[in-house]
């Protein structure tokens, strides 16, 4: 049997014959069944998936017509990555006139909310330079990262220190108090941002810290969308699931440890997010198709049941893209053409 040119999910090549790729969509739609409580994918759309592997194009694409947005967060760092020293201002339009982005992100090199506050009057004059040479929607984000907010950098107790005491009790205390302050800086910086013109505000890597950054992100969110009603706010998550750093976070009812993206998403939307981020995190010693099949598993019942557009995190390490610093283009193009098609997003 012939073999079949793909990769693993650290961005390695790897040869594979069309029965080992189905065996890994199996394998991957499988753990997305048994871990996220999802429905399996169809087999016209195990088809669609081998089908794509099979295709000898280095690069692939969706069909005119079914194009979505593209999104970019951070981009003003990642431009240096390509050690393009720019400005921001000029990151900015270099993202919109060179790479065509249809919505952008400003957003400091500190790219967490607790460090901008005491910055936040040059943030909002960089902001006013940017919005006068570009186009494009352009939001303003950063991280919730409550990882901050804890000892010797921050002002209370790190629960990680806690905890292996055997003080759970005062941990999650710690936690408590750390979701007050990040839910006020939150507002202080996006208040800032939207009364100087932003087009929108990003809350990114939502849930890095566990249940008290999402609670803190879906706090910010309803005392923001309270106060300015077409504020539009996006969300993208840190992970597939929630991590239960506190364990007993509740909002709305509803325990936010545990949650997979459809029940982030639901949850995000009733607290008045605008557009949602769903990721999937890539596997790097499991192959493409394995990784493909298994985030399409978990994100489409997401896509299904929002009512708000939801823009996929497809970047390094998430989204069945590779976790390397420059991801293949044929694999990127390969996964970002499926997750269009198969969960129907809005954006990317």
Known sequence: MS????RLGDGSFIEMTEKEIREDIDAGITEAVENGEVPPLGQDEIEYLVDLFK???RIVGVAP?????MTYDAGTLKIKRHSLFEDRVNALAIYERLLGADTM????VDYSYKPLKPIVSYEVGTLEQALSVTHAPLFYGAMPNLGLYTQPDGPYPNPMELLPQGKIKEGRAAYDEMVGTAVEDIVF????????GADGINLDTVGASGDPDFKA???ATEHLVAKYPDIPIMMGMAGEYVLGMHGEMYHDGQRLAGMYPTDQLKIAEKAGVAMFGPVVN???TESTPWNLARTITLIKPASEASK???IANMGMGVGAVPVTDYPPVDIVSRVSKAMVELCRLDGI
């Open 3 to 6: 073999k079949i040119i793909t």
């Open 55 to 57: 295709r000898e194009d």
């Open 65 to 69: 017509g079914k194009e979505v947005i």
């Open 105 to 108: 992100e400003l957003c400091h």
């Open 189 to 196: 910086i996006a208040e800032a941002m939207w009364e100087a």
């Open 217 to 219: 992100s879906l706090l």
């Open 282 to 284: 890539t596997n790097n």
């Open 308 to 310: 708000i557009p939801v």
